[in-house]
T-cell receptor
Framework: QVQLQESGPGLVKPSESLSLTCSVS??????????WGWIRQPPGKGLEWIGN???????HYNPSLMSRVTISADTSKNQFFLKLNSVTAADTAVYYC?????????????WGQGALITVSS | DIQMTQSPSILSASGGDRVTITCRAS??????LAWYQQRPGKAPKLLIQ???NLQSGVPSRFSGTGSGTEFTLTISSLQPDDFATYYC?????????FGQGTKVEFK
């Protein structure tokens, strides 16, 4: 069973960049059969899909964030990454990494435990 | 974007109750709908995919129905572990979008 674990700074200053890493075990992000993605949840609110990446390097983003976000992967480390630029307080959220089958793109069948990122000076 | 609307937002129930949550899509999503359960402080857990297919290990008291624009999640007999928030999600067309959530709380 694949396991995912987010890691990141916890606190980011406004206007700076947020960077998160998702470390994958029990499965390979080199697999052609899966997508690897990020979802966020502001405190007390619902879920928002940020984007995903495939081992081929193909990536897709939520248009609401596309101008500020990059998702990439390092197959040698079995990790994938999120970078969100020019953050504001509205980007404060729990950030989850997740995966799902390519044949059902968008379905998320394994999730990390989440990382709370607070944007504050 | 496809908008997903759940009702009710809060559902008060007792152990053993049968409960139903409704999810409506703003356009036809065929059966490309998932249901997730989220307990406080935890990540969402996939319960049902393609509207009615139960994930392995999910108790049979959970069931899903629907197609097109209207879907339901039913818990046949509410257990203590089921008091949580439930989200529907469409994966017909990106950006993948979620309902606002239904919190099932103890009456």
């Amino acid at each position: 069973q694949v396991q995912l674990q987010e890691s990141g700074p916890g606190l980011v200053k406004p206007s700076e960049s947020l960077s998160l890493t998702c470390s994958v075990s029990g499965g390979s992000i080199s697999s052609n059969n899966y997508l690897w993605g990020w979802i966020r949840q502001p405190p007390g609110k619902g879920l928002e899909w940020i984007g995903n990446v495939h081992s081929s390097g193909s990536d897709h983003y939520n248009p609401s964030l596309m101008s500020r976000v990059t998702i990439s992967a390092d197959t040698s480390k079995n990790q994938f990454f999120l970078k969100l630029n020019s953050v504001t307080a509205a980007d404060t959220a729990v950030y989850y990494c997740a995966t799902g089958p390519l044949v059902a793109a968008g379905l998320l069948d394994s999730w990390g435990q989440g990382a709370l990122i607070t944007v504050s000076s | 974007d496809i908008q997903m609307t759940q009702s009710p937002s809060i559902l008060s129930a007792s152990g053993g109750d049968r409960v139903t949550i409704t999810c409506r899509a703003s356009q036809d999503i065929n059966k490309w709908l998932a249901w997730y359960q989220q307990r406080p402080g935890k990540a969402p857990k996939l319960l049902i995919q393609k509207a009615s297919n139960l994930q392995s290990g999910v108790p049979s008291r959970f069931s899903g129905t629907g197609s097109g624009t209207e879907f339901t999640l039913t818990i046949s007999s509410l257990q203590p572990d089921d008091f949580a928030t439930y989200y529907c999600q469409q994966y017909k067309s990106p950006p993948w979008t979620f309902g606002q959530g239904t919190k099932v709380e103890f009456k």
